[in-house]
């Protein structure tokens, strides 16, 4: 009886926790097209960024410091959960969290590894933002306060052209400047 009595008890949690990730392809703008444009490959899905000649929307990829304000939909009410994007094989290739319409989370994947993770409050750069390597090393960290550069940065630049061992670059930035640079590169 108290097996009986667990599984009702914890089967409607599961059914709700299912329901909060859905596929990017049930995400929609204000005007009923889709928020993310996916070709199903291994790339993770483009978001859209706006208007541009009047009433055409388009999409990009998203990068470091983008602002991503556009307003997601789902059933024609703003959309909070998470919707996902899968390859042809089935695995994670990039994870959207959105509250009450606005992007606050992005995480693109590849073989598995976390290679993007950009953080936003309300579609706007807030915390900080990352991109690895495909071994999952930290390749490139910028902080953001409110869509400003704020806090710590970090990149790793590749001189393989010039015969050179990677530099490295970090230090701080405060209001949009930068106040602090360590580096050890031969620019």
Not at 58 to 84: E, H, I, K
Request: net charge negative; charged share 20%.
């Amino acid at each position: 009886m108290k097996r009986t009595f667990l599984l009702i008890l914890f089967t409607p949690m599961m059914f709700l926790h299912a329901q909060d990730t859905i596929p990017v392809a049930d995400i929609f703008i204000a005007c009923g097209s889709k928020y993310f444009s996916d070709n199903e490959t291994a790339q993770p899905a483009m978001v859209v960024r706006g208007k541009f000649c009047g009433n055409m929307y388009y999409w990009t990829p998203p990068v470091m410091g983008d602002s991503l304000t556009q307003q997601a939909f789902r059933n024609d009410l703003p959309f909070t959960g998470r919707a996902v994007d899968f390859d042809l094989d089935g695995n994670t290739i990039g994870a959207y969290t959105f509250e009450n319409g606005y992007l606050q989370r992005l995480e693109e994947y590849s073989k598995g590894i976390k290679m993007v993770e950009l953080v936003f409050i309300n579609g706007i750069p807030h915390g900080a933002q990352t991109e690895n390597d495909y071994q999952g090393k930290l390749q490139r960290l910028l902080t953001f306060h409110h869509g400003m550069l704020e806090g710590p940065f970090y990149m790793v630049r590749y001189q393989v052209d010039q015969g050179l061992p990677d530099c490295v670059m970090e230090g701080t930035y405060h209001e949009g400047k930068e106040v602090n640079r360590k580096s050890t590169c031969s620019d």
